[in-house]
């Protein structure tokens, strides 16, 4: 007997990760990484961060994914504070933790990225007695001093 399993994948823009990569917008849009980088220079993508741990020779850009959803003719304005991305990014603004699994999901990137962000200083860890296969829980303070620090202007 054979069992075949099936998928169903559901693909639209606004649901998902907060933030998108440069080379993901670049395939949604067929344009070059310049095109990507010149739209962020002209403010066209106002909200993009470089999440790269300190030193890196490339950088990391994320962009919102509301300046993606304007570039395609969503409804969003240009006019959303460090508070409306943030709250849109890490989600429930009433916790004052972030599991590190749930940033990298919001980030887009690897957990051995946060790891590294950890390690050198950038984003900082909640004390907790975590067992070995427990996530990393980080304090929410320093994942929003990071991306602010962080906005490619």
Same mark, same amino acid.
């Given at each position: 007997?054979?069992?075949?399993? !099936?998928?169903?994948?559901?693909?639209?823009?606004?649901?998902?990760?907060?933030?998108?990569?440069?080379?993901?917008?670049?395939?949604?849009?067929?344009?070059? /990484?310049?095109?990507?980088?010149?739209?962020? =220079?002209?403010?066209?993508?106002?909200?993009?961060?470089?999440?790269?741990?300190?030193?890196?020779?490339?950088r990391e850009i994320?962009?919102?994914?509301?300046?993606?959803?304007?570039? !395609?003719?969503?409804?969003?304005?240009?006019?959303?504070?460090?508070?409306?991305?943030? =709250?849109?990014?890490?989600?429930?603004?009433?916790?004052?933790?972030?599991?590190?699994?749930?940033?990298?999901?919001?980030?887009?990137?690897?957990? #051995?990225?946060?790891?590294?962000?950890?390690?050198?200083?950038?984003?900082? /860890?909640?004390?907790?007695?975590?067992?070995?296969?427990?996530?990393?829980?980080?304090?929410? #303070?320093?994942?929003?001093?990071?991306?602010? =620090?962080?906005?490619? !202007?």
């Amino acid at each position: 007997m054979s069992v075949t399993l !099936q998928r169903r994948f559901d693909f639209a823009l606004g649901g998902g990760r907060p933030l998108h990569t440069v080379s993901g917008v670049m395939g949604l849009f067929d344009v070059t /990484e310049d095109d990507v980088l010149y739209l962020i =220079e002209d403010g066209q993508f106002a909200w993009a961060f470089d999440i790269a741990t300190p030193g890196a020779r490339k950088r990391e850009i994320r962009i919102w994914r509301r300046c993606i959803m304007l570039r !395609q003719g969503g409804d969003f304005t240009a006019e959303a504070t460090i508070a409306d991305v943030l =709250e849109d990014i890490l989600p429930k603004p009433h916790l004052p933790t972030i599991r590190a699994v749930s940033l990298c999901r919001a980030f887009n990137c690897s957990s #051995s990225h946060i790891g590294h962000l950890i390690s050198l200083g950038c984003l900082q /860890e909640e004390a907790s007695d975590r067992g070995i296969t427990v996530t990393r829980i980080l304090t929410r #303070s320093s994942v929003e001093r990071f991306l602010a =620090e962080r906005r490619v !202007q």
